[in-house]
């Protein structure tokens, strides 16, 4: 969906983007919506138009520095009880951000190379899950070494996503799976405090 409007001061950015049907419906005043793969709470609602502010240390730590007026962006509202949870658990607390650095099309294929901060590897396993700008996706191929992974993107969640139309020099939202994270510094706290 497309940003309806951009306000940029200096630490923080307020923008708004227009909802309708079930994106709008039942949201109040401080829901939390994901924007991008970023968890951001509406600050005001004004018909079908939903604004947001991003604060600093959100700036500074995902893709949301970069939006403009118009820029496409993935949304998703939060699950609520009761609600089918057919994916992985995200949040929208971003670790981090990735670059896109190669797109391989083979036929009725696409495989997507992504490169992040080598500290995040620790949490990237083949066949594991992450989610990018939001989406929850499987990963395969993680290289410790040069901080890649691949990603192969089913005809589905290209045409849902903002994935089907990025490329080469694209930023994204990475967002590394909690449980994951708490496990491997768990261990490697405890191995820490044996030595």
């Known amino acids: 969906m497309p940003l309806k409007s951009i306000q940029k001061k200096t630490g923080l950015t307020s923008f708004s983007i227009e909802l309708a049907g079930p994106m709008l419906q039942g949201l109040k005043f401080g829901g939390s919506i994901s924007i991008g793969g970023v968890c951001l709470t509406a600050s005001k609602i004004r018909g079908h138009e939903v604004f947001f502010d ?11 520095n ?9 949304v998703e509202r939060s699950a609520m009880m009761g609600d089918e949870v057919g994916g992985h658990n995200v949040s929208g607390h971003v670790s981090g951000v990735c670059k896109i650095i190669k797109v391989e099309e083979p036929e009725n294929n696409k495989i997507v190379t992504f490169q992040c901060d080598k500290s995040f590897m620790k949490y990237i396993f083949h066949k594991g899950y992450i989610a ?10 993680p290289n410790p070494e040069d901080g890649t992974f691949k990603i192969f993107f089913i005809p589905e ?5 903002t994935f089907g139309f990025k490329g080469v ?6 967002e ?5 994270r708490a ?13």
């Open 54 to 64: 991003v604060m600093m240390e959100t700036i500074n730590k995902t893709t949301l």
């Open 66 to 74: 970069a939006i403009e007026e118009g820029s496409l962006v993935n």
């Open 132 to 141: 990018l700008d939001g989406v929850s996706l499987t990963l395969v191929d």
């Open 157 to 161: 969640t290209l045409d849902r996503t």
């Open 169 to 174: 020099g694209d930023r994204v939202n990475l």
């Open 176 to 180: 590394v799976d909690v449980m994951t």
């Open 183 to 195: 496990i491997v510094d768990t261990v490697e706290r405890v191995l820490e405090e044996r030595k």
